[in-house]
């Protein structure tokens, strides 16, 4: 077997990887989101909840979580290797994210909302329309590391058997005896996967930019 | 007989034991200009920011027109609806354009139509002369630019009184005038405003009452000429003395 | 023992907790089987010649022949899901899986989480060393002395822990352990290890790859009898397993096979 045909067999996995990481990465924004707004703006006692989410959730191993997921609640929700890693990942990532979009909130917030509230907006107007569009935008660029982060963590489905990419390389890996070759393919389609999505978000941060004068 | 709008009595805020005022009372008739003056510190911001609760006063009553706006389940959001707030660092919605900035509002929180709000902003935006740079973001505007935004976007809203906190104190000397003289023309068309500045040039000439406030209460009040020519109290001459010394020689300039 | 496998024990008894021990009273996981008419068998495909994926991708090796004939003599189809060797016990002891095939041997530690059928074929293990190696394994224990290489999570892993380790005979650092064989044979080639216990039947295969290597020493150690894996305590299961695996061998299907993918 020669290169092109490793990078062929691993790259047939690339579906389930981009798979785990369509679900895990929007899923991880909207919560990401939801909780850095009840972080800052959700009073001292959910602040609190949240903060203990966030630790807790870094705190996790992705492997140990979806283990959890997959194993250990077994008994209560069956869910399939793929769905049960994508939800992990998701879970993860929602804590990163959130710590993203707190940072950025609180870069913009302060002056801004009052501003927003001085023309008569109730906070939650305040916030989708005056904070929310800054935050997003401040937020993109830490955002596309969380993108490649969650990109490479998806390999960890391999451990439920999902065929990814990662677990691909190890079985032509196996079936070869040529690991170099296949792990080596599997780092082309890996770095091919990222710098993609970098690229794209940094079109969209360029969009997106607000124009001033230098 | 003059008609009240806004009736502060014995308005008082603290931080903890750190009493910022005490005991204010202050009466604004409908189109009164009134000038804030006072060293710094003494509470001029913060007593804006209550008047239109964007800061909880710890006790006293505000009223607008005949509605006690500190009344417990008052509805803050419409009430800063009717109090305009010009801020002294500008404060633009960063990521919209001009129009969209004096817009916001309309669209939001009065739920105009698009048109009808379009065309709504652009008159304020002609009101303080920056029609032709409705589409320029704050970061493309000088700072008098932006404080001009500042002022049609909280015009925009129809208030019953405006408020302006130190609007000229962040600008370079050469931007202050534009900005005087929209605030200038606001007065003459019969706004409602409450002015916290040290510009005495403006004080003086467009003010209908003054008031001096040092150490967190009101220390005088009256008209120009009875603070500047016939002070009750030695404090108030001494202030108005440092203060013209201090930028009686920008104003020549003006 | 290794820590994903504490990690998994852990987690399992966790699920055992969180399940309220729902195994209780369940019907035999045969009659599944049967009803569905498909069989579900978790494999960890990196493992030649036992189960390994061909050029085209698709699953082949002795145990996937054997479970290949295996549900055809049950009349069920045979769905395979490939999982890492580390999950696949708990996979089984979830109900993820019907049961699994993939060069298990039997271990007291295993058996408390599954059960296991009768042995299919009996293997070694083997010692493997590179050409230029100056040593000399006369009795198993005489590679304390070497720098060891194994697949983690194996019953070799496990022979070198016991024997080795917990008699004070070798550091446990001295041991390098692998995700995969063919990892510690690039190892071997390379000169990090010395010698590189495994289960005689890929060291075979290993020798094949690498001239340079060869083994030293085999014998029934820790490997020995091959079983599939099966749910905890199905004995209606468990019966009808073990009366196909006598048939085939009664046939002389599972010396064919041997023939098939050990023979050098």
């Given at each position: 077997m020669n290169f092109s045909s490793f990078i062929q067999y691993i790259a047939s996995g690339t579906a389930y990887t981009l798979g785990v990481t369509l679900v895990a990465l929007p899923s991880g924004l909207v919560l990401g989101v939801l909780f850095a707004l009840l972080y800052v703006y959700g009073g001292r006692v959910v602040s609190r909840l949240m903060s203990l989410y966030s630790t807790v959730m870094r705190g996790i191993p992705p492997i140990v979580l979806l283990f959890i997921l997959y194993f250990v609640m077994s008994g209560s929700v069956n869910l399939s290797p793929f769905w049960a890693g994508s939800i992990s990942l998701g879970i993860i990532s929602s804590a990163y994210q959130m710590e993203i979009v707190r940072g950025a909130i609180l870069a913009v917030s302060g002056e801004q909302m009052l501003a927003a509230r001085a023309i008569g907006m109730s906070t939650l107007e305040a916030i989708r329309y005056v904070i929310l569009p800054q935050t997003l935008r401040l937020a993109i660029p830490p955002w596309s590391n969380e993108a490649a982060i969650v990109i490479k963590d998806s390999s960890l489905v391999y451990a439920l058997g999902v065929p990814e990419i990662l677990r691909r390389a190890q079985l032509i890996s196996a079936s070869t005896q040529q690991p170099f070759l296949a792990y080596i393919s599997a780092a082309v389609i890996y770095f091919a996967l990222v710098f993609i999505a970098n690229r794209l978000l940094a079109r969209l941060e360029r969009r997106l930019t607000i124009p001033s004068n230098p | 007989m003059p008609k009240p709008i806004l009736t502060i009595k014995k308005l008082t805020k603290k931080y903890g034991n750190n009493?910022?005022?005490?005991d204010i009372d202050l009466v604004v008739n409908e189109g009164d200009t009134i000038v804030v003056i006072g060293p710094?510190?003494?509470?001029k911001s913060t007593l804006l920011r209550c008047v239109n609760l964007l800061t909880k006063p710890d006790g006293g009553e505000i009223w607008l027109d005949d509605l006690?706006?500190?009344?417990?389940?008052?509805d803050e959001d419409r009430v800063r609806q009717h109090i305009g707030m010009v801020f002294q660092n500008f404060l633009?919605?960063?990521?919209?354009?001009a129009l969209e900035n004096v817009k916001l509002g309309l669209t939001k929180?009065?739920?105009?139509?698009e048109a009808a709000a379009h065309e709504k902003a652009l008159a304020e935006l002609t009101r303080v002369g920056l029609a032709d740079r409705a589409d320029h973001y704050p970061g493309q505007l000088s700072g008098g630019q932006q404080q001009r935004v500042g002022i049609a976007r909280a015009l925009a809203m129809d208030p019953r009184v405006m408020l302006f906190?130190?609007?000229?104190?962040?600008?370079?000397p050469e931007l202050i005038g534009e900005v005087l003289e929209v605030m200038r023309n606001l007065s003459l068309e019969g706004m409602t405003m409450i002015v916290v500045t040290h510009e005495m040039g403006f004080a003086r000439e467009v003010a209908d009452r003054i008031v001096f406030m040092e150490k967190g209460s009101i220390v005088e009040e009256g008209t120009p000429d009875d603070l500047f020519y016939?002070?009750?109290?030695e404090r108030t001459r001494e202030f108005l003395w440092k203060i013209t010394e201090l930028y009686g020689k920008k104003e020549a300039k003006e | 023992m290794k820590k994903s496998l504490v990690l998994l024990v852990v987690l399992t008894v966790l699920g055992g907790i969180l399940a309220g021990?729902?195994?209780?009273?369940?019907?035999?996981?045969l009659d599944k089987i049967t009803k569905d008419g498909k069989v579900m068998v978790g494999t960890s495909?990196?493992?030649?010649?036992y189960e390994y994926v061909d050029d085209a991708g698709n699953k082949t090796g002795f145990d996937i022949d054997l479970m290949t004939e295996i549900a055809k003599r049950m009349g069920v189809e045979l769905v395979w899901v490939d999982m890492p060797f580390d999950s696949l016990v708990a996979a089984v002891q979830e109900g993820k899986i019907d049961m699994s095939i993939s060069c298990f041997n039997y271990s007291a530690e295993r058996d408390e989480q599954v059960d296991f059928s009768d042995a299919y074929y009996t293997s070694e293990d083997a010692f493997l060393v590179k050409s230029g190696f100056a040593g000399a394994i006369v009795?198993?224990?005489?590679?304390?002395?070497y720098k060891i290489g194994v697949q983690s999570g194996t019953v070799q892993d496990d022979w070198l822990t016991t024997t080795l380790v917990e008699a004070g005979l070798?550091?446990?650092?001295n041991i390098s352990r692998y995700e995969r064989v063919d990892q510690a044979a690039l190892d071997l080639n390379a000169g990090r290890i010395e010698v590189l216990m495994a289960d005689y039947v890929p060291a075979q295969a290993l020798v094949k790859q690498y001239p340079d290597f060869q083994v030293v020493y085999h014998a029934?150690?820790?490997?020995?009898p091959l079983n599939i894996v099966l749910p905890d305590g199905d004995a209606k299961l468990q019966a009808e397993i073990n009366k196909v695996i006598k048939a085939l061998q009664d046939e002389g299907f599972i010396d064919t096979l041997a023939t098939k993918y050990f023979s050098e």
């Open positions: - | 009493v910022i005022f005490h710094s510190g003494t509470g006690e706006i500190t009344a417990k389940g008052a633009l919605f960063n990521h919209l354009t929180v009065k739920h105009l139509p906190d130190e609007p000229t104190s962040a600008l370079d016939r002070p009750k109290y | 021990c729902a195994s209780q009273g369940k019907q035999s996981v495909a990196d493992y030649p010649p009795n198993p224990e005489d590679v304390a002395k070798v550091e446990d650092a029934v150690l820790s490997t020995g």
